[in-house]
């Protein structure tokens, strides 16, 4: 079957930066959306940023102009490249992928197919 797999996580002071990815196996042809996610425990799943098999990014707000979302030449990693990390952004980043339609961060956590297991990110003041 396809699996994601997230590597990167850890520790970080604020305003520190880390890079996180995601490696995506199984399937026939690279993932037609890619997009990352962070939630706090008792908190809504938050998507952060997407990307198109084609290249168009999407990002949510609070992110923008921090995170940077890219996937390599042959789409099936995903790299998210965090700056300047608040202590608040401290929750488990997961990374998924779904088939075609909408890839922007207006696609909620239901629309999403195949979800990595989560890795932690921490940031310390």
């Known amino acids: 079957g396809v699996q994601l797999v997230e590597s990167g996580g850890g520790s970080v002071l604020a305003g520190g930066s880390l890079p996180l990815s995601c490696t995506a196996s199984?399937?026939?042809?690279?993932?037609?959306?890619m997009g990352w996610f962070r939630q706090v425990p008792g908190n809504e799943r938050e998507v952060l940023a997407t990307i198109r098999r084609d290249g168009p990014t999407s990002y949510a707000d609070s992110v923008r102009g921090r995170f940077t979302i890219s996937r390599d030449a042959t789409k099936m990693i995903s790299y998210l490249w965090m700056n300047s990390l608040k202590p608040e952004e401290t929750a488990i980043y997961y990374c998924?992928?779904?088939?075609?339609?909408?890839?922007?961060?207006?696609?909620?956590?239901?629309?999403?197919?195949?979800w990595g297991q989560g890795t932690q990110v921490t940031v310390s003041s």
């Open positions: 998924a992928a779904r088939g075609l339609g909408l890839c922007t961060v207006e696609a909620g956590p239901g629309l999403w197919n195949n």
């Open positions: 199984g399937y026939t042809t690279a993932p037609a959306c």
